[in-house]
């Protein structure tokens, strides 16, 4: 079982590896660096999160690892090749800010849509399907459609589906950001049993310090216009983290070294 503790220190090859990268979006208005001069390293089994404050590139940065956008500066690597490389060959789940089921669909056929558009045969999508939704506690909610679900577990079922087809990455966008924060609270507790069970290399987007602090192994600071990385923090914490861990000395030592991280980002953009 991987923990917490031991991933960051880990000799494992890089799972992502960007060099000087950069996005600028070419827009009407002119040109919009969303991302800028951006190095960054993640190791296999790291729990990773991105905070930083609103347009800072966060989702950009996510986008690029996943393919859905083209760096126009630099390089990166996912699993030792290009991101389109990676995403051909299946290396990533993304759950994004909003659960994005469908309504018209049970859970399951939510869950079996990326299987069955990547041809698994109906006898192993079963298998896989019972799997993923084992993993995020929605085994029994099979039939049900969407609606019939909160929220919270809607967007459990929308990592059920990231999970199916077996994928080493999870990148992660925001996916607790619109619920309240007891459910958020239990739903982080579930995903650093479900990475801890599953070895998984996590990219996870926050506005959250305390959800970054609880989560990760690595924290990347960011700052806005443009998006630059400003801190990189290699948790002291244990693998263990019981919930009232947020209260303890150390908890908020890293927290503030975040907070820290954020204002002078801050700083900088009101002296442009
Ligand atoms: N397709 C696009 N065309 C032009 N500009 C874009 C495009 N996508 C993003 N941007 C701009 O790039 C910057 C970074 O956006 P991004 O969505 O990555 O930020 P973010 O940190 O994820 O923000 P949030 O926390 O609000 O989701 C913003 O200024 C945004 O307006």
Redesign the pocket.
């Known amino acids: 079982m991987k923990s917490p503790a031991e991933a960051p220190g880990s000799s494992a090859a890089p799972v992502i590896a960007a060099q000087g990268l950069g996005l600028t979006?070419g827009?009407g208005d002119g040109d919009?660096v969303?991302l800028s001069n951006v190095d960054l390293t993640v190791k296999k089994g790291e729990f990773v999160s991105f905070i930083?404050?609103?347009?800072?590139?966060?989702?950009?940065?996510l986008?690029v690892i996943a393919d859905l956008e083209r760096p126009t500066a630099g390089t990166i690597s996912v699993n030792g090749q290009t991101p389109e490389g990676a995403r051909r060959n299946r290396a990533y789940g993304y759950v994004f800010q909003a659960p994005a089921l469908y309504p018209w669909r049970t859970i399951e056929k939510n869950v079996a849509l990326p299987l069955e558009i990547m041809g698994y045969p109906r006898a192993e999508r079963a298998g896989r399907i019972a799997r993923a939704l084992a993993l995020v506690n929605l085994t029994g909610f099979e039939k049900k459609h969407p609606w019939q679900l909160s929220g919270g577990m809607q967007q459990r079922a929308s990592i059920a589906r990231a999970l199916a087809f077996d994928a080493d990455i999870l990148l992660m966008d925001?996916p607790f950001g619109a619920l309240d924060e007891i459910v958020r609270d239990h739903l982080n507790a579930e995903l650093l049993r479900l990475w801890a069970s599953t070895g998984k290399t996590i990219c996870f987007?926050t506005?959250s310090i305390p959800e970054a602090v609880y989560l990760s192994t690595t924290i990347v600071v960011?700052s806005p216009r443009p998006?630059r990385v400003t801190d990189i923090i290699r948790s002291t914490l244990p693998a263990e983290r019981p919930l009232d861990i947020r209260e303890s000395p150390e908890f908020l030592e890293i927290a503030a070294r975040v907070r820290d991280g954020l204002r002078a980002g801050h700083s900088y953009e009101e002296a442009l």
């Not at 930083?52 to 940065?61: E, F, H, N, R, Y």
Request: overall charge positive; charged content about 15%.
């Open positions: 979006f827009t919009v969303a930083g404050p609103s347009g800072c590139g966060k989702t950009t940065l986008r925001e987007v506005h960011m998006g």
